[in-house]
């Protein structure tokens, strides 16, 4: 999105929990609709939280995202929707902190293989150990928070290239606003 020139706050509320990231759970033959429900929603969080919208540079975006994940690559390799919750790592999180629990055993920097074995075999003691305290009663499994669906109304109009924003607010101070409407189709024109 930086490459498209859309600001940090914008970005932040796109990638806010529950927006851009819905496209990745929902059923594959609802992206078309999900799609137009993420545009909406953004739009809608940026009106509220009083931060421009974008729709040009917008637009630019989606046609990369449509050509890119939609055309190029098929929705199947980046979406996981019906895909058994065993088989999809809900995060690279798990392997980070393996990264850093392996270079926090090491002593220095680049280990002899003896030490690298003796640090891994280790560590695959203390998992092993961790697993099996489980149903020993020893130890509970991690409680993980539930993936709650939205639900995405079959017929969503795709708003994302209209000019009136998604929640009108309007304070009239009585002053015509034709000049900067003039300003604002100038710089699109410049942005395409």
Do not use: H
Request: net charge negative.
């Amino acid at each position: 999105m930086k490459r498209f020139l859309i600001p940090e706050e914008v970005c932040s509320i796109a990638m806010t929990r529950g927006v851009l990231d819905m496209l990745t759970v929902m059923e594959q033959s609802l992206i078309e609709n999900g799609m137009k429900w993420v545009k909406r929603e953004i739009r809608q969080r940026c009106d509220a939280a009083g931060i421009e919208y974008s729709k040009s540079k917008w637009r630019v975006f989606w046609n990369y995202f449509q050509r890119t994940w939609i055309e190029l690559y098929d929705v199947s390799v980046w979406n996981v929707a019906g895909l058994n919750n065993e088989l999809v790592a809900r995060t690279n999180n798990p392997l980070e902190r393996f990264n850093r629990e392996l270079n926090d055993r090491f002593p220095k920097p680049r280990p002899s293989m003896a030490t690298f074995v003796g640090v891994v075999k280790t560590l695959s003691a203390e998992y092993v150990q961790r697993v099996a305290d489980v149903p020993r009663g020893r130890a509970r499994r991690p409680v993980r928070e539930r993936i709650v669906p939205v639900d995405i109304p079959a017929d969503i109009a795709d708003d994302s290239d209209d000019d009136e924003p998604a929640a009108v607010e309007l304070i009239s101070d009585g002053s015509s606003d034709e000049e900067g409407q003039v300003e604002d189709e100038n710089e699109e024109e410049q942005l395409l």
